[in-house]
């Protein structure tokens, strides 16, 4: 048994690396569902086998029952199989952050795909049949702009309310304060430039060469 699953394993995956292009829109949101659901599983020690099982099946599109009993080694195999053929998407809306985001009281399993297709729907007009089947990329793209109207339409609803203004009763000013936005909106911080001190303005102390890497030792500036 365990030989067919690996040669039916084997096959799903030599079909899916010729392949030409990456995963289908719809596709690739329950996909990233699914590894989200992984990495939780990981932590908490919960369904992870069968949650790989699903995102391989997903990528493949092939019930895992016929290849649930392969070698451990081959299915973890496909599954950093599956992720290298998912499309690399860098977008400001896709950018990480660390801000814990409080689930909706409406939330439901596999939210994301019906959220992000109503989007474009009601925006653009399009079928769900086509939504599904766009570009990874072309997709997102359009939600941020989507996001991006919104936002800026309720910053400017917001600023002719009353609720962004403080008085200071000292000054005897309003102050104005903005809508919060998300993360992905706001300026990025710059990682602080690194430059060369002069021995001579070096505070007094004793520095230990080898304590520090060469890149962070004091170095003299040529004056020519």
């Known amino acids: 048994m365990r030989i067919i699953h690996n040669l039916v394993l ?3 995956m030599w079909g899916l690396k010729v392949r030409r292009g990456t995963y289908p829109f719809r596709q690739w949101i329950e996909m990233e569902s699914k590894k989200e659901k992984i990495i ?9 086998p069968t949650y790989l099982l699903e995102y391989i099946s997903l990528a493949v599109k092939f019930p895992y029952k016929y290849f649930q009993k392969a070698d ?8 950093y199989g599956c992720i290298s053929k998912s499309p690399k998407v860098e977008l400001p809306i896709t950018l990480p952050s660390d801000e814990k985001q409080k689930e909706a009281d409406w939330e439901y399993p596999n939210r994301t ?6 989007m474009l729907c009601k925006t653009y007009g399009w079928d769900l049949e086509y939504v599904a089947n766009m570009d990874v990329f072309e997709a997102l793209a359009h939600i941020q702009e989507i996001v991006v109207d ?4 309720r910053e ?13 009763s000292r000054s005897k000013v309003s102050k104005f304060n903005p809508l919060p936005r998300p993360h992905w909106m706001r300026k990025r911080i ?3 430039k690194k430059f060369l001190i002069p021995a001579n303005m070096l505070p007094f102390g004793v520095i230990n060469p080898e304590a520090l890497p060469d890149e962070y030792l004091p170095k003299e500036i040529s004056k020519t």
């Open 190 to 192: 710059q990682p602080i």
């Open 156 to 168: 400017f609803y917001y600023g002719l309310s009353e609720a962004a203004y403080t008085y200071d």
């Open 72 to 79: 451990w080694i081959r299915l973890v195999s496909a599954f």
């Open 40 to 48: 939780k599983s990981l932590q908490d020690n919960s369904d992870f």
């Open 10 to 12: 084997f096959i799903l």
């Open 150 to 153: 919104e936002q800026l339409d």
């Open 113 to 118: 795909w019906n959220l992000y297709s109503h």
